[in-house]
């Protein structure tokens, strides 16, 4: 009997000893707790109206906004380009390449380039055209 009460007292002592040696794991308070994983939302960009010239790209499928500005007339407004693309299946830019058009649509975000500087198709913003208006089956504006 004097034995298992010292194995008791054996056993109760490592037992003590190593709950003081490694704390139980507590959660912290809901306060505390990191905010769960959040999905970054797409900024919703503003929708544009813009005129200017649409061009043919590098390639058949590559459509470029040539000298492009908000207010056509404004003797100030540095004109920009863009690429665009179709923003529904019934917009056909092809039927309107080398003429100055009327695009209502959103951009990416990305900060148009002065139509004059020289940038790679790669580097323009995106214009996505959700409508296009035919102003002249000509561009009036020099490139």
């Known amino acids: 009997m004097k034995t298992f009460v010292s194995a ?3 056993c109760t002592l490592v037992a003590g000893l190593a709950a003081s040696q490694n704390p139980p794991v507590q959660n912290p308070p809901a306060s505390q707790n990191p905010p769960a994983a959040q999905t970054p939302q797409e900024k919703t960009m503003p929708e544009l109206t813009l005129t200017g010239c649409l061009i043919q790209g590098s390639t058949p499928s590559v459509f470029i906004f040539d000298n492009v ?3 056509p007339p ?9 690429i665009v693309v179709a923003g529904t299946e019934d917009l056909n830019l092809r039927e ?3 003429h100055e058009v009327r695009i ?3 951009g990416d975000g990305r900060v148009a380039p002065p139509a004059k500087q ?8 995106k214009l996505t055209a959700k409508s296009l208006t035919s102003i002249a089956d000509t561009c009036s504006t020099q490139r």
């Open 8 to 10: 008791l007292a054996v």
């Open 118 to 125: 020289k940038a790679e198709e790669k580097d323009l913003p």
């Open 69 to 71: 500005k908000k207010d």
């Open 104 to 106: 209502t649509g959103t």
């Open 74 to 82: 404004s003797a100030t407004e540095v004109p920009v380009k863009y």
């Open 96 to 98: 309107n390449l080398n």
